[in-house]
């Protein structure tokens, strides 16, 4: 495929895939040109200056937010409860803001480290991230995020994804770590017994028989 042809691919076609991938199945990877914008420099900029604090390498001499193997070991190294009080959230947070984003893995290693760095202050900007579907599969650690630290406003978001395949099983799963267990979501986790996706339906299943048990367990103790 041709520099002209990728240039030319709507960012529609582009988002296709979680993975990532360029139309005709070219993946995003270090060979991909520049990044355009100037939010990259701000980015990398912010990324460096957080990895300063947790004693992590400053320097990421990346071009773009395509060099993917590197950029998503470098998000990794933010992935500690050492960054919770640095700009780390921040930084990883303009990874989400770029003009073309950067590649699944880049994206979800970005999420899971949110999900370790972030606190309450961010709940609107998670809440937010989390519902855009555009994330595909690399947004699920944010779902994880809401029910551990976003009460009901967090549960809500997660129930409203459920709606978008490359999610659900994720967010199924993740409904059993929510306390109380949210024994009136059984009527909604019941249809998925029957989903298409086997992954979707183990999960379902799992998550189904803890809400009986929650809702069966105070007349079974007595």
């Not at 993917?68 to 960054?83: C, D, S, Y």
């Not at 899971?112 to 947004?139: E, M, W």
Request: glycine fraction near 6%; aromatic fraction near 6%; charged fraction near 20%.
């Amino acid at each position: 495929m041709t520099a002209r042809r990728i240039r030319s691919a709507s960012r529609t076609t582009i988002w296709q895939n979680e993975f990532r991938t360029y139309p005709e199945g070219t993946p995003m990877t270090n060979s991909q040109p520049h990044h355009p914008s100037a939010r990259w420099a701000q980015v990398q900029d912010r990324l460096s200056h957080a990895l300063a604090e947790v004693g992590g390498r400053p320097n990421i001499p990346l071009r773009s937010p395509y060099d993917v193997g590197e950029l998503a070991e470098r998000i990794r190294e933010l992935n500690t409860p050492r960054a919770r009080d640095t700009t780390a959230a921040d930084a990883v947070f303009g990874l989400f803001d770029l003009d073309l984003c950067p590649a699944a893995e880049v994206l979800y290693e970005a999420a899971a480290t949110l999900r370790t760095v972030a606190d309450g202050r961010h709940l609107d900007r998670i809440a937010s991230l989390a519902s855009n579907p555009a994330f595909g599969a690399s947004r699920s650690p944010l779902l994880a995020w809401l029910l551990e630290h976003g009460g009901h406003q967090g549960l809500g978001v997660v129930v409203d994804q459920l709606c978008d395949p490359s999610v659900r099983a994720s967010g199924i799963r993740y409904l059993r770590q929510y306390h109380p267990p949210p024994e009136h979501l059984v009527g909604t986790i019941e249809p998925f017994l029957d989903d298409p996706d086997a992954a979707v339906r183990t999960e379902a299943e799992r998550t189904v028989n803890l809400l009986y048990l929650a809702i069966f367990a105070p007349s079974l103790s007595r």
